[in-house]
């Protein structure tokens, strides 16, 4: 059993914890978590959650405990976890969202605990590591990054499809929803676009996947291009991408090849929209009747995520291989 304590209790830390409570990761133990907010309300949130809906058993709290169901795990409310007795625990899940400076993705290793997997990309990482990518690159590194959740939809596929066919460029827009870095209204951010109100506009941005792209796959490093356009809905994005490739297949050689897939991509036949893919638990699922080969060979890939559920249980089943 892997005994994970789990830091910060943001957006992706309560989504990997109902996760893991509902059965996702049988071979995890959660052993404790960490916020600075007080005990009720992260029961509370936990409990009640507006993208996916009231949790399906109990949610209580004894005292300083968190109990899920026959779950109970204490409640910590330090700044630094670093002062607290981890020696127990295989895993600190970093969901803080802070851990890009060395010293503080550290500060699980100096409680005691045997290593740290952050939840985003992380500077201060040994490795960054996405399933179905490069998971051969995972060794015995204190510090693991799980990248974005944008890295997680894109590069299992750029994975497929480098190793099937050959890529020789592309690029990528990805349809993400808003998130906590946007303000409500109008305010500033630093950066003139998003600055303005996350669910009133559609709002051009860049996005770290292609950074992380080219870190995770540096064998096809140059080759895709991509940015973001962030839209006002509250949960599921998407991967839109052309490419053009060394081999050119047929439209239903494209579609076999994804049909074949599962578990880290999955796919749909059905014309769906981006709610129906809610809490759907892959990293990517194409839609099949929006892909498209030109006659001059260009391929367009279209596939949703849930950047929250699907990115959440990649960390779970990160943390198992770790």
Known sequence: MTRIFINGLGRIGRTVLRAWAQGAAPDIEVVGVNDMAAAD?????VAYDSVFGPYRGTVTLDGDTLVID??????HTTTDISGLDLSGVDIVMDCTGKADDRAFAERGLKAGAHRVLVSGPSDAADVTIVLGANESDLADQPIVSNASCTTNALAPLVRLLEDTWGIKAGWMTTIHCYTGSQPMIDAPRGDFQRSRAGALSMVPTTTSAMRLLDQVL???AGRI???AVRVPVASVSAVDMTLTLR???TLDAAQELFLQQSGIIGSTTLPLISSDLRARPESLIIALPETRITQAGLLRVFGWYDNEW???HRMLELAERM
């Open 225 to 227: 291009e991509g940015a």
């Open 247 to 249: 081999d050119t297949p």
């Open 41 to 45: 309300l992260i029961a509370h949130l």
């Open 310 to 312: 699907g990115f959440s």
């Open 70 to 75: 026959d779950h109970r795990m204490p409640i």
């Open 218 to 220: 540096p064998d096809i």
